[in-house]
């Protein structure tokens, strides 16, 4: 069964730090390109960082670039983002989704997803 576990939110005051988990299984972690979206109330889906563990290949978006950094445990199938200097802003549910390649990825045609269960983030002013 493959699985994409996101967890690591709550609730920090602006400019504290947070670092996010999206734990993977059911599918060979190398091959995909992982990463994270948000959502905040009433607003759309937001693109915020991705990985392709095999070669390091990033992606941030302009919100993210110099704040959040993104990484990869391949021993643990793991990809992490660390979130610095918090603005409230930032406030969203942040969910991880797999695509086959980063091309796909920022076309948001995913393979695996965590929608429904993402962790929820909370930056107080």
């Known amino acids: 069964e493959v699985q994409l576990q996101a967890s690591g939110g709550g609730v920090v005051q602006a400019g504290g730090s947070l670092r996010l988990s999206c734990a993977t299984s059911?599918?060979?972690?190398?091959?995909?390109?992982i990463g994270w979206f948000r959502q905040a109330p009433g607003k759309r889906r937001e693109r915020v960082s991705a990985?392709?563990?095999?070669?390091?290949?990033?992606f941030y978006s302009d919100s993210a670039k110099g704040r959040f950094t993104i990484s990869s445990d391949n021993s643990k199938n793991t990809v992490y983002l660390q979130m610095s200097s918090l603005k409230p802003e930032d406030t969203a549910i942040y969910y991880c989704?797999?695509?086959?390649?980063?091309?796909?990825?920022?076309?948001?045609?995913?393979?695996?997803?965590?929608w429904g269960k993402g962790t929820l983030v909370t930056v107080s002013s």
């Open positions: 989704a797999a695509a086959v390649d980063s091309i796909a990825w920022l076309g948001e045609a995913f393979i695996h997803d965590s």
């Open positions: 059911g599918f060979t972690f190398d091959d995909y390109t």
């Open positions: 990985i392709t563990p095999k070669d390091g290949e990033t």
